[in-house]
């Protein structure tokens, strides 16, 4: 129940509140300090981030008072309508589900623009659009249907398609079984000889495995206006920035949606599951506290003031691990 004088000056003033830049709400409720509540009755001005007077207009300053009621200021981020992240949508925004026809679902990460064309382009991850592809597997090539929703997210050939897999940059496993012909050859002489001494022996060749440093593909979409770059949660992309140690980071994902965390690694070499045999080395990452459930593969990660730093691509219970975005542009050839 509101106590005193505060509805009134509510009723009074919320219209004139709500036209300051950076104000979406205001009601009644108990002041904070040092993000604590007293037990002190306030006016409350909910806004979208909290920012130093000196970087506000004299008029969009809220006063510390009104008619003898405090006021208390309160950042809730930007306020959107739920969304649903697994069903169809058009024009698809960052952040829904989405992959390649072979696949079962990642997270549409950003739309942005080929260097060379200008044209939009989707970006996710090349284990969400191009199916883990090495470039040699025949598991995806150029012109493959992506769908949206994901095929996991009762999305269906031909009635889904979103775009068509555009490029994507090979992912190189670790360490494993040779394919190279002299390789099995030799294998298959030095074993025919050790079977004749020592029968329950076996020799195998290895090949070394080479690092990446991106887990990243894109795909163009059928037109342009099937998407949109604003991204759920977030809204659009400010710039570009380093990851560095400490700083807080945002995400929006298909699984767990709007989530927020910090750098707590930069510079990293990770070694990352790909099946139950197959790992993959991946150097020059980012680590961040858990922003990630399965799914949200593909999500752009941004600072606070909607910088893209990095490309989710893998993560734990314990930790999510990023590309630096630098490198995602780099690599394919694009710009936000």
Same mark, same amino acid.
């Given at each position: 129940?509101?106590?005193?004088?505060?509805?009134?000056?509510?009723?009074?003033?919320?219209?004139?509140?709500?036209?300051?830049?950076?104000?979406?709400?205001?009601?009644?409720?108990?002041?904070?300090?040092?993000?604590?509540?007293?037990?002190?009755?306030?006016?409350?001005?909910?806004?979208?981030?909290?920012?130093?007077?000196?970087?506000?207009?004299?008029?969009?300053?809220?006063?510390?008072?009104?008619?003898?009621?405090?006021?208390?200021?309160?950042?809730?981020?930007?306020?959107?309508?739920?969304?649903?992240?697994?069903?169809?949508?058009?024009?698809?925004?960052?952040?829904?589900?989405?992959?390649?026809?072979?696949?079962?679902?990642?997270?549409?990460?950003?739309?942005?623009?080929?260097?060379?064309?200008?044209?939009?382009?989707?970006?996710?991850?090349?284990?969400?659009?191009?199916?883990?592809?090495?470039?040699?597997?025949?598991?995806?090539?150029?012109?493959?249907?992506?769908?949206?929703?994901?095929?996991?997210?009762?999305?269906?050939?031909?009635?889904?398609?979103?775009?068509?897999?555009?490029?994507?940059?090979?992912?190189?496993?670790?360490?494993?079984?040779?394919?190279?012909?002299?390789?099995?050859?030799?294998?298959?002489?030095?074993?025919?000889?050790?079977?004749?001494?020592?029968?329950?022996?076996?020799?195998?060749? %290895?090949?070394? @495995? #080479?690092?990446?440093? /991106? $887990?990243?593909? =894109?795909?163009?979409?059928? !037109?342009?206006?099937?998407?949109?770059?604003?991204?759920?949660?977030?809204?659009?992309?400010?710039?570009?920035?380093?990851?560095?140690?400490?700083?807080?980071?945002?995400?929006?994902?298909?699984?767990?949606? %709007?989530?927020? @965390? #910090?750098?707590?690694? /930069? $510079?990293?070499? =990770?070694?990352?599951?790909? !099946?139950?045999?197959?790992?993959?080395?991946?150097?020059?990452?980012?680590?961040?506290?858990?922003?990630?459930?399965?799914?949200?593969?593909?999500?752009?990660?941004?600072?606070?003031?909607?910088?893209?730093?990095?490309?989710?691509?893998?993560?734990?219970?314990?930790?999510?691990?990023?590309?630096?975005?630098?490198?995602?542009?780099?690599?394919?050839?694009?710009?936000?």
């Amino acid at each position: 129940m509101i106590v005193g004088n505060f509805k009134k000056v509510i009723d009074r003033y919320k219209n004139s509140l709500l036209k300051r830049e950076n104000v979406i709400g205001v009601g009644y409720g108990r002041k904070e300090k040092r993000g604590k509540k007293t037990d002190e009755d306030a006016v409350v001005i909910l806004v979208k981030k909290k920012l130093p007077e000196r970087k506000l207009n004299k008029r969009d300053i809220v006063p510390q008072e009104i008619q003898n009621c405090k006021t208390d200021v309160i950042e809730i981020g930007e306020i959107n309508f739920f969304q649903e992240r697994t069903v169809k949508l058009r024009p698809a925004q960052p952040g829904v589900s989405l992959g390649h026809y072979k696949i079962s679902a990642g997270t549409l990460g950003a739309v942005v623009r080929d260097e060379k064309t200008g044209k939009s382009l989707i970006l996710s991850n090349n284990h969400v659009l191009a199916n883990l592809t090495n470039g040699r597997d025949n598991r995806s090539k150029k012109g493959d249907p992506i769908l949206q929703p994901g095929s996991y997210d009762n999305g269906n050939n031909p009635d889904d398609i979103i775009g068509y897999l555009e490029r994507f940059v090979p992912i190189y496993r670790g360490e494993g079984k040779s394919d190279c012909n002299i390789a099995i050859t030799v294998e298959k002489l030095a074993n025919f000889f050790i079977h004749l001494l020592r029968p329950n022996y076996n020799f195998k060749l %290895l090949k070394q @495995g #080479k690092n990446n440093i /991106v $887990d990243c593909a =894109v795909a163009i979409p059928k !037109s342009k206006e099937l998407v949109s770059p604003r991204i759920i949660g977030i809204g659009d992309v400010k710039g570009i920035k380093e990851a560095e140690v400490e700083m807080q980071v945002q995400k929006s994902g298909r699984t767990s949606g %709007l989530t927020r @965390g #910090k750098v707590v690694a /930069v $510079d990293a070499t =990770v070694s990352v599951s790909m !099946s139950e045999n197959e790992t993959a080395n991946f150097e020059d990452q980012f680590v961040t506290t858990p922003i990630s459930k399965a799914g949200d593969s593909g999500s752009l990660v941004l600072d606070m003031d909607n910088n893209a730093v990095g490309l989710l691509f893998a993560g734990s219970e314990k930790a999510t691990v990023c590309n630096r975005i630098t490198n995602v542009m780099k690599e394919l050839s694009i710009e936000f």
